[in-house]
């Protein structure tokens, strides 16, 4: 059974025992996260502002995405109405590589990029937490892409300046400029899918460039990347970015909390009750954020399931992200 609203019942219970579980970085009341009451605002500004460090919204909104050309490589397998294959894009001099699923036909069809999980470079296989959320679109008529995030399977680096939530995004982006080069893509119908961490790939994707028109998030990130930075980011992995135990300022300019308009695209937010790593006070809180602004979103709670959600929790999930995405997903340009 799922449970669809902004606060189950049951989710009372599984706060309690998240608290109790967790010896740092316990749930806090809803919109009382550390980061409201600590961050100053950021608003979408259009201005010159040259001296934004580059890893800012501001700046990432006038990053210049030229775009190349995809290269299709070698066949993966095939599933049930569609084939994978490996694949590479340019971004900022590199070469990204990942993985894409073409369904049978001529198309064109629409396109889902897959952003998945942290995981450990070294414990990385490509094509993890990407194939179960995107090759069952790819069987109903959509391109799915699954990028390996830089520094992964091939990817080259980007600017280390970068947190690594923001490379990752960075790397989307020019991805999403190189579609016009796929033959039976429709580069004016893009949707992201993120799971954990790369649902803050998605969100921030998606308050940056409008381009990506729809959003299905399972169990993301905090919009408030500095809930993110707080419990997760730390050396390298923060990039230019400062602790922000000391200079919390810098990601009120990185969280998409912060740039969500009447214009953000439309969520389904897809997570379990017993989820042990994203705090279900995070999601609220993005979904509330979301809804202030008018844009339409959607919660289903799955009773019990835990982070990474399987079986008839997935099954389910992937369904409704599916549907989700061809109800909301428009053209543009």
């Known amino acids: ?30 919109g009382r996260s550390p980061s409201s009451a600590a961050l100053p605002t950021a608003a979408p500004s259009t201005s010159p502002a040259p001296d934004y460090p580059p890893y800012y919204i501001e700046s990432l909104r006038r990053l210049p995405h030229p775009g190349g050309t995809i290269e299709v490589g070698a066949e993966m397998g095939r ?9 590479t894009w340019p971004s900022q001099g590199q070469v990204m590589t990942g993985t894409i699923s073409l369904p049978d036909g001529t198309g064109p069809f629409p396109v889902v990029i897959v952003n998945h999980g942290h995981i450990p470079v070294e414990r990385y296989w490509v094509g993890q937490d990407s194939g179960i959320f995107g090759d069952p679109m790819a069987g109903h008529g959509f391109i799915s892409i699954a990028p390996n995030y830089p520094g992964y399977a091939g990817s080259g680096s980007l600017d280390p300046v970068y947190p690594d939530l923001v490379a990752q995004t960075v790397a989307d982006l020019d991805l999403v ?9 429709d580069p ?19 308050v940056v460039d409008p381009r990506v028109t729809a959003l299905a998030l399972f169990a993301p990130v905090s919009s408030d990347m500095a809930d993110n930075a707080r419990k997760w ?46 705090p ?51 053209a543009v340009g």
Not at 188 to 206: T, Y
């Open 233 to 278: 980011w730390r050396g390298a992995s923060r990039g230019g970015a400062p602790d922000p135990a000391e200079s919390p300022e810098p990601y009120a300019h990185i969280s998409p909390r912060n740039y969500f308009t009447g214009e953000s695209a439309p969520a389904i937010f897809l997570q379990g009750t017993n989820d042990q790593d994203i």
């Open 1 to 30: 059974m799922t449970i669809s609203g902004t606060r189950p019942g049951i989710l009372l219970i599984c706060l309690a025992t998240l608290a109790a579980c967790s010896q740092s970085n316990p749930p806090v009341a809803a």
């Open 188 to 206: 004016r119908r893009v949707a992201m899918i993120g799971h954990s961490n790369g649902g803050g790939v998605s969100m921030l994707a998606s």
């Open 280 to 330: 279900a006070d995070w999601t609220n809180a993005s979904i509330a954020a979301l809804k202030a602004q008018g844009v339409d979103t959607s919660v289903t709670w799955y009773p019990g399931a835990l982070h990474d959600m399987v079986g008839a929790n997935l099954a389910d999930a992937d369904a409704r992200a599916e549907a989700w995405i061809r109800a909301h997903l428009r």
């Open 177 to 185: 400029s190189s579609l016009p080069t796929l033959p039976r893509a």
């Open 79 to 87: 599933g049930a109405g569609y084939t994978k294959f490996h694949v």
